[in-house]
């Protein structure tokens, strides 16, 4: 990659566990860098020295200003001066101190950053799904969202109930321990409605779970155990009106969850509202305020899990 002089530019690809690209940052000549968000395609350019966005009306998480200034840091010499790196590839950083595996995720060291498994709701992975998993990519998390359902769509949340009725929620958590089974112990898992069942017996049950963020659906704490494991963070948002997670006594379980005490950082947000299934923007029933709100929460709670380690 060149500037339009022909001099080689150094770029850094940012890429989560399976390979997928999430943000590219060149280095400039003038010294600024240019971020891409893989999933939106918007692209900002940034002042590393003073951390100052260019890009009106972009906002650029404090980690990938961080990867934008370890840039800067890396062309100059130990006497102070400018230099260029000739490299046509993009920069390999080492991993940072969260793991050590063969494939290409990178975590710089001291950065906000978790790794994040968002199991869908009762419809299906939908475009919303990959929207919401889209926004924490670009706060500069890694996330994950596996297809419980092997390829299958609903329209409806009465057809996709009737096919969780016919495969059996057995099967749902068979397949969701398959796909977390190459990833490293400390993650987080989130689900939305049906997949908060995924995500529940995955933070109740596998060692070295970070936390759980459960979205429109909390079940008991007994149900996985004597109680929500001591220790592992966990978020619950839904609305106060909804009459899956209000009225068929989600809301409950939530509550007696944060009273529980074993677990400090036990929070419960509840938006008003009756929407189901109101952050997937591929639907109706989306609430963009609202899922606007989530998506801050969870960002802080991700990056929260992260410094803790």
């Not at 339009?4 to 000549?29: A, K, M, S």
Request: charged content about 25%; proline content about 6%; some cysteine.
């Amino acid at each position: 990659m060149t500037d339009r002089f022909g001099i080689p530019l150094v770029r850094e690809d940012l890429i989560d566990c399976f390979g997928q690209l999430t943000h590219r940052l060149v280095l400039e000549i003038d010294g600024t860098v240019t971020i891409t968000f893989a999933s939106s395609g918007v692209e900002a350019r940034v002042d590393p020295s003073t951390r100052a966005v260019l890009t009106p009306g972009v906002s650029v998480p404090p980690t990938l200003m961080d990867h934008a200034a370890s840039m800067r840091l890396v062309c100059r010499s130990p006497g102070g001066r400018r230099r260029r790196m000739h490299v046509g590839e993009p920069r390999v950083v080492p991993a940072g101190r969260r793991r050590s595996r063969d494939h290409l995720s990178r975590v710089v060291e001291g950065s906000d950053m978790a790794e994040l498994v968002l199991f869908h709701h009762v419809l299906g992975p939908t475009a919303g799904l990959d929207h919401l998993a889209g926004r924490l990519r670009e706060a500069g998390h890694v996330v994950h969202s596996p297809d419980l359902f092997d390829g299958e769509r609903f329209e409806s949340i009465d057809d996709g109930a009737a096919h969780v009725d016919s495969i059996g929620i057995p099967t749902l958590i068979r397949r969701a321990e398959a796909a977390a089974t190459d990833l490293p112990d400390g993650v987080a898992y989130a689900g939305i409605s049906l997949g908060v069942v995924a995500a529940q017996y995955l933070a109740q049950t596998r060692v070295g779970a970070r936390g759980a963020a459960l979205l429109e659906s909390c079940l008991p704490a007994t149900e996985f155990g004597d109680g929500w494991p001591i220790g592992v963070p966990v978020q619950i948002h839904g609305m106060s009106e909804d009459p899956f997670f209000a009225g068929e006594g989600d809301i409950d379980n939530a509550r007696e969850i944060v009273a529980e005490g074993g677990t400090p950082s036990a929070e419960l947000f509840e938006y008003p509202g009756d929407a189901h299934l109101f952050t997937d923007s591929s639907l109706s029933s989306f609430d963009a305020a609202a899922t606007d709100v989530v998506v801050d929460r969870l960002t802080e709670f991700l990056a929260r899990i992260d410094r803790s380690s």
